[in-house]
């Protein structure tokens, strides 16, 4: 380890011994044939590449601070957090990436610029150090809320579809009779945002605050950190998932009150 | 009067029935009669605008369901599914479920209405019950009374009857009779026609 004033710095032999824990884990799949050797080499040589990656792209963006870098980096982002959203259902729904996505840059998107601007007060506003940070966080977390609400919804839509249609045949308009299967939906979203908000701090150490509190951060300031973005996720996650859930019942149902299952594709497990 | 005129079926690209018409006057009953996969049940949710949009081929008193607006449409001209679905909750919530949508333009649910007509259909004090609790017949006869509380113009019954015993089957078509005298049309899918009933056999309109 090479310490420095506040941060201690990790060498490469440091990663290195860390890593050998986790061949250690490989080798205990070996030994039981758990089967997943492979799949844990494959997933740590993943990680090192992609995030060593990510550290370089984001060391040249912060030294090149302009805001169509950050815009563009943060579309980027956004863009494969709505794919990753899409393609975890269990169901596909055709049309479903404009919307989810547009849901994205108005829930994620403005509540990370109201983070760096606003609570952390990044000069300039859009300094990429703070806000792509935020929006990753908002959106690997939001996510697994946003994906839990789509796939409920959609299984609501191809399984019970006769419900849906009972509303529909008795007189209700689309919004009337995607009302319970929307409302579960969202309820299902934010279950683990709300959960992780219960049991922070309690039952675990968010890895946020972890981190800040390992390179050095006084541990009050990271609790401050920590909130933010918490509340930040959960915020962001509520409306997104609302959002992207209104948006998929109007591809899901049309215009003319109807439900459209040619729309909907049940994936291959 | 409903008013089917040349209408086509289709199922993705493929024509199921090709021209399709007859009139339908309140208080009659129509049989549609054909081989099983013909697209009779598709025909019903064809007019009810469920399947596909029946643009100007489908009327009621000259008006198309564009014009009424989609919901309304089905307020008037109300499709009865086979499978009787229920809703989550009691009976009297089932059946108070459409006053709450937009389309009821402010009618209110008659609980006393309500009661007597499932009395009249062999299910008195039932609407307390917790609706998934009914047996097959007993939710077929609420889902029917679901369907006309609302005071549909034309009811598009996709065999209502189904899950019901001769004696029961009997008495639902009795009192289905009755509702025709006050002026209910209603388009049957259903093997067994009574006597001197019209019916409309699609088998030469097959696509």
């Given at each position: 380890m090479a310490e420095g004033a506040d941060v201690i710095a990790l060498s490469l032999v440091d990663l290195a011994g860390a890593a050998t824990l986790v061949l250690l884990a490989g080798v205990v799949s070996l030994l039981l044939r758990l089967g997943l050797g492979g799949q844990l080499v494959l997933g740590m040589v993943r990680a090192t590449v992609q995030l060593f990656l990510l550290g370089f792209a984001l060391r040249w963006i912060f030294a090149h601070v302009h805001w169509a870098l950050t815009g563009g980096a943060a579309l980027v982002m956004i863009s494969l957090a709505t794919r990753a959203a899409l393609q975890r259902t269990s169901h596909a729904l055709a049309g479903a990436f404009a919307g989810s996505f547009l849901t994205l840059v108005l829930t994620a998107g403005v509540f990370a610029i109201l983070g760096s601007a606003l609570f952390v007060g990044a000069d300039p506003w859009y300094h990429p150090r703070y806000l792509l940070p935020l929006l990753g966080m908002l959106l690997g977390n939001g996510l697994t809320g946003i994906s839990l609400c789509l796939d409920s919804l959609l299984v609501s839509f191809a399984d019970d579809r006769e419900r849906v249609e009972l509303e529909l045949a008795l007189g209700a308009t689309r919004w009337e009779a995607s009302r319970d299967p929307l409302r579960r939906a969202v309820r299902r979203g934010i279950v683990p945002i709300v959960n992780a908000m219960m049991v922070a701090g309690v039952v675990s150490i968010p890895g946020m605050m972890t981190g800040q509190i390992l390179s050095g951060t006084e541990p009050v300031e990271a609790v401050k950190y920590q909130l933010l973005i918490l509340f930040l996720i959960a915020g962001a996650t509520t409306l997104g998932s609302l959002g992207v859930a209104v948006f998929a019942s109007m591809r899901a149902l049309d215009e003319d009150h109807r439900l459209r299952p040619e729309r909907l594709r049940r994936r291959a497990k | 009067m409903l008013a089917v005129r040349e209408l086509d079926v289709r199922m993705g690209d493929r024509a199921l029935l090709r021209g399709?018409?007859?009139?339908?006057?309140?208080?009659?009953?129509?049989?549609?009669?054909?081989?099983?996969?013909?697209?009779?049940?598709?025909?019903?949710?064809?007019?009810?605008?469920?399947?596909?949009?029946?643009?100007?081929?489908?009327?009621?008193?000259?008006?198309?369901?564009?014009?009424?607006?989609?919901?309304?449409?089905?307020?008037?001209?109300?499709y009865l599914a086979q499978a009787p679905v229920m809703l989550e909750g009691s009976?009297?919530?089932?059946?108070?479920?459409?006053?709450?949508?937009?389309?009821?333009?402010?009618?209110?649910?008659?609980?006393?209405?309500?009661?007597?007509?499932?009395?009249?259909?062999?299910?008195?004090?039932?609407?307390?019950?917790?609706?998934?609790?009914?047996?097959?017949?007993?939710?077929?006869?609420?889902?029917?009374?679901?369907?006309?509380?609302?005071?549909?113009?034309?009811?598009?019954?996709?065999?209502?009857?189904?899950?019901?015993?001769?004696?029961?089957?009997?008495?639902?078509?009795?009192?289905?009779?009755?509702?025709?005298?006050?002026?209910?049309?209603?388009?049957?899918?259903?093997?067994?026609?009574?006597?001197?009933?019209?019916?409309?056999?699609?088998?030469?309109?097959?696509?």
């Open positions: - | 399709v018409s007859f009139e339908l006057a309140p208080g009659e009953a129509l049989t549609l009669r054909g081989k099983s996969g013909l697209g009779k049940s598709t025909l019903l949710r064809t007019i009810a605008g469920l399947h596909a949009d029946p643009g100007d081929a489908v009327t009621l008193d000259g008006r198309s369901a564009r014009a009424f607006g989609v919901p309304a449409w089905r307020r008037r001209v109300t009976v009297r919530e089932n059946l108070a479920r459409p006053f709450t949508y937009r389309s009821a333009t402010g009618a209110a649910f008659d609980s006393a209405r309500a009661e007597q007509w499932l009395a009249e259909l062999d299910l008195p004090g039932v609407l307390d019950r917790e609706a998934a609790t009914l047996s097959g017949g007993e939710k077929q006869r609420v889902h029917l009374v679901r369907a006309l509380l609302g005071g549909p113009a034309v009811l598009l019954a996709d065999e209502p009857t189904a899950s019901l015993d001769p004696e029961g089957r009997a008495r639902l078509l009795d009192w289905l009779d009755t509702r025709r005298g006050e002026g209910l049309a209603v388009l049957f899918i259903r093997h067994d026609p009574r006597q001197g009933e019209r019916a409309l056999d699609l088998e030469a309109l097959r696509g």
